[in-house]
């Protein structure tokens, strides 16, 4: 099983830019699909965006699409997530994960705080 942790999150004015990373461990991570998924104080997890194992296939949620990016360096085992255009919205504590298996994931980060301010 890879493990993950993430790491860029901080406290950003509404309108700036962060890049979040996660960095994997383990020698399974290259056959891995990544997401990135957030959640709000008060509300449920939600997905934000996804790579395949190959680095094709980004995918992302309506609310983050055409701001997100989501990229992976597998030479560095590390997949990212830009975030741009933030909104006080996109305030939560965002987590990635990995699995083998399209929509499953078997491998979750601790979570890193963004908190978008106005």
């Known amino acids: 099983q890879v493990q993950l942790v993430e790491s860029g999150g901080g406290l950003v004015q509404a309108g700036g830019s962060l890049r979040l990373s996660c960095a994997a461990s383990?020698?399974?991570?290259?056959?891995?699909?990544m997401g990135w998924f957030r959640q709000a104080p008060g509300k449920e997890r939600e997905f934000v965006a996804t790579i395949s194992w190959s680095g094709g296939r980004p995918y992302y949620a309506d609310s983050v699409k055409g701001r997100f990016t989501i990229s992976r360096d597998t030479a560095k085992n590390t997949v990212y997530l830009q975030m741009n255009s933030l909104k006080t919205e996109d305030t939560a504590i965002y987590y990635c994960?990995?699995?083998?298996?399209?929509?499953?994931?078997?491998?979750w980060g601790q979570g890193t705080q963004v908190t978008v301010s106005s």
């Open positions: 383990g020698r399974t991570f290259s056959s891995y699909n």
């Open positions: 994960a990995g699995g083998r298996i399209t929509g499953q994931y078997e491998s």
